[in-house]
């Protein structure tokens, strides 16, 4: 039975695109394994809190030698740890807030970092794995915009799922969602609506292959 743990982070419920396209994987995903299973994390609506001291050395410190306090700030991000190595792939919703990934998601991503277990070691726990980041953003960042160069999220994912924990990174960008809202972006709508489309097919097509890979 395949496990998919799915993470959203955006703050706009409803009205999110990236929202929108997870939902649209993980369905896809869900009608490919109807027995599978799905752990979901909503960040914007559960956060999970910043590393503290504690927990921290935590994970420098033998479980045996830990003190009370690291024991108890330890235990979330024993909890995470074991909920991303237990997925078979894992779908990530990260919307460009700021030039780069919200503070929620931060906040996930260092407490699934641990030297010597998921990262800094050649048979890491996550190594792989697949993962799919669907990064929406209200502009565009493409070469030729305004905004080229100016995308921290995508290289800064690429790194820390591929290089740092060895996972297999997939990306799915839907653009310029603040298109149909903005009056100075009118014009863009088209464009706009090609991405969100292109985004969804990806969504459907790449949720499948992945379903199949996974059979």
Known sequence: MAT???????????????????????????SQHPEGRVIYRDLSAQ???????????????????????????????????????SADAVLVGAPLYNFTVPSSLKAWIDRIIAMGRTSGTENGTLAGKPVTVVTSRGGSYAEGT????????????????????????????PELTLAPTVPAMAELIPLFEQSRERAHEEASSKAKALAAKLS
């Open 146 to 173: 305004p905004q080229a160069g100016n995308d921290f999220l995508t290289p800064y994912l690429q790194h820390i799922f591929g290089t740092s924990l060895g996972m297999e990174v997939d990306f799915i960008v």
């Open 4 to 30: 998919l743990l799915h993470i959203d982070s955006s703050l706009n419920g409803d009205n999110s695109a990236s929202r929108a396209v997870t939902a649209l994987f993980r369905e896809t995903w869900q």
């Open 47 to 85: 956060p999970v809190p910043h590393v503290d001291a504690a927990s921290y050395y935590a994970g420098f410190t033998p479980a045996e030698e830990r003190t009370a306090a690291q024991v108890e700030s330890y235990a979330l991000t024993e909890e995470l740890l074991r909920e991303i190595e």
